[in-house]
């Protein structure tokens, strides 16, 4: 049984049609720079699913699902001075960072907005409706994912 995971990022920094262009469809998830997110990161398998959300977006929504193609490795951009995700306090012996890797599994006809969301019965505690949540790697329950795809006119 893969886990589920929804994945935040934003539009403007990197969108589902960015993932859709990228070669394989396939991307690493880098950058992540919390270290409860980053624990979910380390938790993936391959074969888990994830929704892709763009945050910082009009609407913010659920636009797809990627799957994960590669386990949790050191985020080497930690190590890099020049990137944005550098981190003076990794490095290659002691890597404090991790990505993923995913590929783009289908883009939704219809994005689901946050708003759509809320107030859907079984998506009350769903880690991304919840008050304060800013978490960009989330948990999400089995039932919460089939709720959400069946809202997205696919099968859960």
Request: include cysteine.
């Amino acid at each position: 049984m893969p886990a589920y995971w929804l994945l935040k990022s934003e539009p403007s920094t990197f969108s589902i049609e960015d993932l859709a262009r990228s070669p394989k469809r396939t991307t690493c998830w880098e950058g992540v720079r919390n270290y409860q997110a980053r624990n979910f990161l380390r938790s993936m398998a391959v074969g888990d699913l994830a929704f892709f959300y763009h945050s910082n977006a009009d609407p913010p929504a659920i636009v797809g699902i990627v799957d994960v193609v590669k386990a949790a490795y050191p985020d080497s951009y930690a190590w890099q001075p020049e990137s944005r995700y550098f981190d003076e306090k990794s490095s290659e012996q002691n890597p404090r960072w991790v990505m993923v890797d995913v590929r783009l599994n289908k883009v939704l006809r219809t994005p689901l907005s946050l708003e759509s969301l809320r107030g859907v019965k079984g998506l009350e505690k769903m880690e991304l409706l919840r008050k304060g949540s800013r978490l960009s790697v989330q948990p999400v329950r089995e039932s919460e994912w089939k709720i959400i795809v069946r809202l997205s006119g696919g099968k859960a």
